[in-house]
């Protein structure tokens, strides 16, 4: 199923998780779970957090936003995953992400949700001070996503079709043009922030065998990181 076709009946809820789709989530899950143990709890001076929301259905699923233009932000339009800033408000920057989420896209990550584990926390190139902790969800059945102020629209696109749709992309930037590596996604690229998280995620729990020849853990990882971004 192409990015358009997810995009159009990502909110059918009607199909039963596939067991192919809760193998490779299961394995999501292991992998997850024994990086979070080696890494210890998220680093509670976090500036952010997003949320890779995943549900099984044919294929592992992930939830996606695409940024409202928003005068100011510096990743209106953007790809990414839902999440944000850390408001006095949160705890730790596991209830960052969980709010974000919520307010984002409609969907609560503490009922009807398990969380898998976090990756290593980044850094967005324009904003080096700041450290994003990305969080991994399991939700079973979602309810259709409700985009707020934040997103223009929220869609589901398989996680592991986003690698065969890797290409340079030349993003416009104030400063100039940017060429860097880019997924496909809803129509549009996927970099920066959002690109090497998923990257990381890849070189954790493997790359699709149907990835193609291109050496992806080397030439994506090494060239994705350092480019530009969104949270």
């Not at 067991?19 to 779970?33: F, G, H, I, N, Q």
């Not at 307010?103 to 969380?115: C, M, Y």
């Not at 922030?193 to 050496?215: E, H, K, N, S």
Request: net charge positive.
């Amino acid at each position: 199923m192409d990015a358009s076709a997810v995009a159009r009946h990502g909110n059918d809820l009607g199909a039963l998780s596939h067991p192919r789709a809760m193998t490779r989530l299961a394995d999501v899950e292991r992998k997850m779970s024994a990086l979070s143990k080696s890494l210890g709890p998220p680093p509670r001076t976090a500036g952010g957090a997003v949320s890779m929301v995943l549900r099984g259905r044919h294929v592992p699923e992930v939830l996606l936003i695409e940024r409202a233009e928003r005068e100011g932000d510096p990743w209106s339009g953007q790809i990414a995953f839902p999440g944000g800033r850390r408001t006095r408000g949160d705890r730790s920057p596991l209830e960052t992400a969980r709010r974000e989420t919520r307010e984002e896209v409609g969907i609560g990550l503490t009922r009807g949700a398990r969380l898998l584990g976090w990756l290593p926390p980044r850094y967005p190139a324009n904003r080096v001070d700041w450290v994003v902790v990305p969080f991994a969800f399991h939700v079973s059945r979602p309810p259709a996503p409700r985009p707020g102020d934040e997103a223009a629209r929220a869609f589901w696109v398989p996680l592991d079709g986003l690698p065969a749709t890797l290409r340079k992309a030349v993003i416009e930037l104030p400063e100039g043009e940017l060429e860097t590596p880019a997924f496909e996604a809803g129509g549009k690229p996927l970099w920066g922030f959002t690109f090497r998280v998923l990257c990381d995620l890849f070189d954790l729990v493997g790359w699709p065998a149907d990835a193609g020849a291109t050496p992806v853990p080397d030439r994506v990882g090494g060239v994705g990181r350092g480019v530009g971004d969104t949270p």
